[in-house]
């Protein structure tokens, strides 16, 4: 009766551990995330027109996630503060578009050199002023990388992949229209 017993807790203690094996184990998670990234010499200042809004000027960055502000300063990439990128939007619905997604999530972008006031780029759904390319369209240019890293819980880090799709502003590509009368 009693090495029934020493038994049943044996196996009842393997069944604890395996259990707490298999719920330590890393998930890996796969995200696919767009970002504006600045290629030009200069700061630009970009303004989002997100579809949903939280406040004023903060917009949830993916279903369910908590906000980002919906106007930032992107710094020229020799700048020595190395901040001339920006994760837009994510999703984990690996199979989508970057520019159906920016289409999901925006109404507009705008971008100013310098001077915030003074807009030079507008992104909309169906027009583009002041670059040759439209964040919006099947036929923008996107800069694509895997970028492998953890994401941190509680307790432990996950395995996290981020499929990041990079629109890329390039001073090439900026059309200056010195025509006062528009």
Known sequence: MKSKKIISISIIGILFIACCCISCKKRESER??????????????VKLFPKKIMTSNIYPMCEGCGGIETEFNLHAPNDRLNDNKRTL??????????????????????????????????????NITGYSENIFTENSTWDFKIIEGNEQTMFKKNPVRFYQYSFLILKDKIIINNNKDE
Do not use: G
């Open 32 to 45: 696919l995330e767009i970002l504006i990234q600045n290629e030009t010499d200069s700061i630009i200042h």
């Open 89 to 126: 939007f994510l999703s984990s619905d690996l199979s989508v578009k970057p520019y159906t997604l920016a289409t999901i999530a925006f109404d507009s972008i705008h971008i100013s050199l310098t001077n915030k006031d003074n807009v030079i780029i507008k992104f909309t759904h169906d």
